[in-house]
């Protein structure tokens, strides 16, 4: 299984939707889209707060 890690290349603030494409599969514009689409229709705090702490507790992706 894949560990999940940021992104150091596909990363727009903090790398977290490109590591989780990367690990999933998935395009990262895509995971974007869902994480925009889901802070629109249930609130910006708590998937803003959920970011954030992913920012903190997922760890950088190594050298490539």
């Given at each position: 299984m894949k560990q999940l890690t940021r992104s150091r290349t596909d990363c727009k603030i903090a790398g977290i939707c490109g590591g989780i494409g990367a690990t999933?599969?998935?395009?990262?514009?895509?995971?974007?889209?869902?994480?925009?689409?889901?802070?629109?229709l249930t609130g910006i705090i708590p998937l803003l707060a959920t970011y954030i702490a992913g920012w903190l507790i997922i760890p950088e992706e190594g050298p490539s």
């Amino acid at each position: 299984m894949k560990q999940l890690t940021r992104s150091r290349t596909d990363c727009k603030i903090a790398g977290i939707c490109g590591g989780i494409g990367a690990t999933y599969g998935m395009d990262p514009t895509l995971v974007r889209l869902v994480f925009v689409l889901g802070c629109l229709l249930t609130g910006i705090i708590p998937l803003l707060a959920t970011y954030i702490a992913g920012w903190l507790i997922i760890p950088e992706e190594g050298p490539s």
